[in-house]
């Protein structure tokens, strides 16, 4: 699989998830600079987490209107697989990739931790390695992560079954008081109608061995190799 990871001015987990796919996966991976159109023939695109453009109006509103994000937008609209990670969620959303919207941590903090994610669907490429309630630990780190959709948007997701991680505790219950940020129905990661882009705060990048204190995040990776060996991205 090859592997075009975005980087805007302001982008600081791009290393992380070329690291996770060159030294971890054995993907070939390259970076493409906010600038560039061209995404190399890449089968999976990830926008990686930071604060792109610094963020300045909201997370991800000056970013959707990079030349990257043209290239991105037609990947993701041709059926190609498109990973927005924590900032990279932010900005698909704006370039109205993934529906709803991310608004500013109910604490009104930046939040740096681990969490816990239950899986709600097995029908993706980026979960399909992984069973309906299987828990994944991973780290979070940031401070516009409450996930927000009306009413309609909400019935539409879980009537769809796009809704692919919510936040749980360690024995997988969804309570509020797992809930790091706020989001509506704890909702930690969502997918498009295609479902073939999926849009997550946490960072599974970073949980990739177990030396860097849990190695869940990997089996997105891992489903993720499953479907592009099966249908060929």
Not at 128 to 148: C, K, Q, S, T, W
Not at 162 to 173: P, S
């Amino acid at each position: 699989m090859k592997v075009a990871v975005i980087i805007f001015p302001g982008t600081n987990r791009d290393h992380d998830a070329l690291y996770m796919a060159q030294n971890v996966m054995g993907w070939e991976a390259v970076p493409v600079w906010h600038e560039s159109s061209n995404l190399g023939g890449a089968d999976l695109v990830i926008l990686p987490g930071g604060f792109a453009y610094g963020d300045y109006l909201r997370t991800g509103a000056v970013a959707r209107f990079a030349p990257a994000m043209d290239a991105v937008a037609k990947h993701a609209k041709s059926g190609g697989l498109t990973l927005g990670i924590c900032n990279g969620f932010q900005i698909l959303v704006e370039a109205g990739l993934l529906p709803g919207a991310l608004l500013r941590n109910n604490s009104l903090q930046f939040r740096c931790d681990w969490t816990h994610l239950k899986v709600q669907t097995e029908n993706s490429p980026f979960t399909r390695e992984m069973a309906i309630g299987d828990v994944l630990r991973v780290p979070l780190a940031h401070g516009d992560g409450n996930y927000f959709a009306p009413p309609e948007l909400l019935k539409k997701l879980n009537d769809e079954r796009r809704v692919a991680f919510r936040y749980c505790d360690e024995q997988g219950r969804i309570t509020p008081a797992a809930n790091p940020n706020g989001s509506v129905e704890n909702i930690a990661g969502i997918l498009s109608e295609g479902r073939n882009v999926l849009g997550l705060m946490p960072h599974p990048e970073n949980a990739v061995e177990d030396l860097l204190g849990s190695a869940d995040g990997k089996r997105i990776f891992d489903s993720l190799a499953a479907a592009y060996a099966d249908v060929g991205w």
